[in-house]
């Protein structure tokens, strides 16, 4: 299949004025900066399918915000270059911003004072939508989103996860081939997490909808991605199947102990260099073993150990 | 004391993060101060004296009031901003003086503007426009004096106009209306020498001579003796009328978000 | 045709905004007004004593300042979210119009229009212009109408010009409110009064540099024909409607370019 987006050796960097403490480098600062260069993104490439739903994660200021805005057109990359749907998206903004639908999870754009349907009023004139593809797409959306209650509702009124809603809502209205989603779960409760999940799920199905987002929440990656690519340092540091990378932890197993003078323990083998007979003996010689429980490593810590570094066994390979 | 010395300061420091702002503040004073020199030039023509008033004075009336308008200057949608988005009572948690805090904070920022807008901006207007002298040193340090006084004066008026925001949806027009007032009465934009007899007399009895006429008068030794320390005794009567008028709404303001929640 | 659609939805929504809060939204507009009356009411003060500045009465003073306030009217509803571009900027909301398929100054024009603002001004600016209009001797004909339009336009194009100018300014600098206020809103204070008054510098700069002059000086000599008029060549009066044209277009130009800039270097 062909690609919807390629993004090759793609690079971008950022000159950022150091500040100093005290009241005598204040003074000195009024009058002369000093900068360094920041490699927000440093030689990233990768390309997505059509239909494809990818997680793109990684930790605050690892890149992702900047890889975004190059994909949406905002920012010219450095170096390298990106193709998405036969467009470069920051040479031929007007044209390739009407295929896609960007939802940035913390900056609004939705008018705060008016009811929602004003601002997707507003939505249809500049997307130019015909009057049918709106009105059908405007009574999906608030059906699966279920919104119809508070969709003449002044937007100042609304809980941050109807308010979440009506942004996603917003940038789809115009059925764009391909979405962006920048944290569109931050904040919200689970019901409204989940909700959200499921209408992202439905829109890939449904429609083949590409999508990309960007998450802190691992629940959301493993709801609904097939494939996760992380970054960090301006770096890609994984790119493949969530299972893969799970598979990959298998073999990490987290043992919880409850002792007999009730003390908890919580302890981490790998059992692919210890058999977990001997795993087990070893703490049943070593300790008055009250409750025993082994778990997966969970998405979260494993995301959380390849983003510290200390990848206990994956550092060689990925 | 310590404590509120410390919140002047890093105000006071807080400020000079943009350079920008540093050296347009400065310019902003100095084209404002220019404007109204002008308008008065003009005016005078070729007359030399008008009422008895010089150009001269004229001048050291703007350098001094307008300047000194510009450098006193805050924000003052920082109570209702605060009581809006319910912060305020995160405020009353803290061990320090909601109100004192304040007041610091805004004079950290006005001595900022005051070293680093209105003097330099000061200097350079002398440079192309004759002012008059102190009288006397003793005058110049009475004017000190009564500045400050002015600006408690000032500032007490504020925080009246800014406690209504317990009540109100929005201040920002009442602050604004309230600033016309100040700037037309006190002086700085008119000199009150030249206020019609009738609005004279009105203003003599508002605390708005307080804020900038009253220094000017003393700089220019049109207050002597015993009148200056008269001038700066109803200085300090005005502060403390505002300053218990300001108490009474505060408190009663506080009590109202005690009981409705916020 | 889709444009206009877009500038009526967004001037609607500007207005519904304005329509919830309406008791503050009419305080608020009060206090424009009595805010922008304040010159009005210091220089009429200033007159009852001293009667005229540089041969300039009181009645030519209102008008001259009615053009200020018309033009600005318009200018405050069409270029008001430009006022804030560098928070526009720094909060990411300018990013959200570049993923939009429209054109970017396009969707700033009559987005969050200062109503309030607008009617502030435009009272005042009519009240003015109602006093004066009729006591300071133009003969209003098809000729003096046609030009007083023009001028009105010229005069709203030139600070809308001005205000892109200065929110181009915002791709390069992060604090650019102070370079705006000196340059529009110090320039906007002297030009109240004839700038006959102020030393040749501010004269240059009210004429060539940050052109004021166009904006209300030179139309309201067309009209008034006033005697400090001999010190300027004559043609300026004549060419007060087309220099906002001129100013926006430029500034449009330098808007394009810094666009490109900023896509290039980020902030």
């Given amino acids: ?318 | 004391m310590r404590t509120y010395l410390e919140f002047a300061l890093k105000k006071f420091q807080n400020k000079m993060v943009y350079r920008l702002d540093f050296f347009m503040g400065m310019i902003n004073t100095l084209i404002t101060i220019a404007v109204y020199l002008c308008i008065y030039k003009a005016l005078y023509g070729n007359a030399s004296v008008i009422d008895g008033v010089t150009y001269k004075m004229v001048a050291t009336n703007f350098v001094i009031a307008l300047g000194l308008s510009q450098a006193f200057t805050f924000n003052e949608m920082f109570m209702q901003d605060k009581i809006k988005d319910g912060s305020i009572t995160n405020e009353f948690l803290k061990p320090v003086s909601f109100k004192l805090r304040m007041l610091s904070e805004n004079i950290g920022e006005g001595l900022f503007k005051v070293v680093f807008h209105f003097f330099p901006a000061l200097i350079l207007t002398c440079l192309y426009t004759d002012i008059c002298m102190p009288k006397s040193f003793a005058n110049l340090v009475f004017m000190l004096l009564s500045m400050m006084l002015g600006y408690l004066v000032l500032w007490l008026i504020s925080f009246i106009v800014q406690t209504w925001s317990f009540w109100l949806f929005s201040v920002w027009g009442i602050v604004t209306i309230k600033n016309v007032f100040i700037n037309i009465l006190s002086g700085s934009l008119l000199p009150l020498w030249f206020m019609p007899r009738p609005l004279k007399t009105m203003i003599s009895c508002t605390p708005f001579e307080s804020i900038y006429f009253t220094p000017v008068r003393i700089y220019l030794g049109q207050l002597s003796g015993m009148d200056i320390f008269k001038a700066m005794m109803i200085q300090c009567g005005w502060i403390l009328v505002l300053y218990l008028t300001g108490n009474i709404f505060w408190k009663q303001g506080v009590k109202k978000l005690v009981v409705q929640g916020g | ?267």
């Fill in chain 3, 1 to 267: 045709m889709g444009e206009l659609r877009i500038a009526l939805q967004s001037l609607k929504m500007s207005i519904h905004t304005r329509l919830q809060y309406r008791v503050d939204s009419a305080v608020a507009a009060l206090a424009v007004f009595i805010r922008e009356s304040a010159n009005i009411i210091v220089i009429y003060l200033a007159l009852l004593k001293f009667d005229r500045i540089n041969e300039w009465n009181v009645n030519e003073m209102l008008f001259l300042f009615s053009l200020l306030f018309l033009t600005y009217a318009f200018v405050v509803s069409l270029f008001a979210d430009l006022r804030y571009f560098s928070d526009t900027i720094r909060e990411g909301r300018f990013d959200r119009l570049m993923v939009r398929p429209r054109g970017l100054l396009f969707q700033l024009v009559l987005n969050n229009a200062d109503i309030i603002a607008s009617v502030g001004h435009g009272t005042l600016g009519i009240i003015l212009f109602l006093v004066s209009a009729g006591r300071v001797g133009i003969q209003w004909n098809t000729g003096t109408v046609l030009y007083y339009t023009g001028t009105i336009i010229g005069g709203v194009l030139m600070q809308g010009g001005m205000f892109i100018i200065f929110s181009s300014l915002s791709f390069y600098f992060v604090e650019t409110g102070s370079i705006r206020d000196i340059f529009y809103w110090n320039m906007r204070k002297f030009a109240g009064y004839p700038i006959s008054i102020y030393p040749k510098v501010i004269q240059i700069i009210m004429i060539y540099i940050v052109p004021f002059a166009f904006v209300n000086y030179f139309p309201a000599q067309y009209l008034l024909r006033k005697p400090d008029m001999a010190q300027y060549p004559e043609i300026y009066m004549y060419l007060a409607p087309f220099a906002g044209i001129m100013i926006y277009f430029l500034a449009y130009l330098f808007w394009r370019f810094s666009v490109k800039r900023y896509k290039s270097t980020g902030n």
């Fill in chain 1, 1 to 318: 299949m062909e690609h919807m987006i390629e993004v090759s050796h793609v690079k971008r960097y950022y000159k950022v004025a150091k500040r100093e403490q005290g009241m005598g480098n204040s003074i000195r600062h009024l009058f002369k900066r000093k900068y360094e260069i920041k490699r927000a993104v440093d030689d990233v490439s990768f390309t997505i399918k059509k239909g494809e739903i990818v997680g793109f994660i990684g930790p605050n200021g690892a890149g992702k915000s900047t890889t975004v805005k190059m994909l949406s057109g905002i920012l010219y990359p450095d170096d390298g270059s990106v193709k998405i749907d036969g467009f470069i998206p920051y040479k031929q903004r007007k044209q390739y911003v009407k295929n896609i639908g960007v939802v940035f999870g913390q900056k609004s754009q939705l008018n705060w004072d008016l009811p929602l349907i004003e601002s997707f009023e507003l939505m249809r004139y500049i997307y130019k939508i015909p009057m049918d593809l709106y009105e059908e797409n405007l009574h999906q959306f608030t059906e699966l989103l279920d919104m119809e209650d508070f969709l003449y509702q002044p937007v100042r009124q609304l809980s941050l996860g109807q308010r979440m809603r009506g942004d996603i809502v917003a940038a789809l209205l115009h059925s764009p081939k391909i979405v962006f989603f920048d944290e569109p779960t931050i904040g919200l409760d689970v019901v409204a997490k989940e909700k959200i999940r499921n209408f992202i799920r439905y829109m890939n199905q449904k429609n083949d909808t590409t999508i990309i987002f960007t998450t802190h929440d691992m629940q959301d990656i493993e709801k609904i991605c097939e494939r996760l690519i992380i970054i960090d340092s301006g770096k890609k540091i994984y790119d493949g199947s969530i299972q893969d990378i799970k598979n990959r932890y298998t073999s990490i197993k987290n043992i919880k102990l409850i002792l007999e003078d009730g003390r908890k323990e919580m302890r981490t083998y790998d059992t692919s260099k210890k058999p977990m007979n001997q795993i087990m003996e070893e703490i049943f010689r070593e300790n008055q073993v009250k409750d025993i429980s082994i778990c997966e490593t969970e998405i979260d810590e494993i995301i959380r150990d390849i983003y510290e570094g200390s990848s206990r066994i994956l550092s060689s390979e990925l």
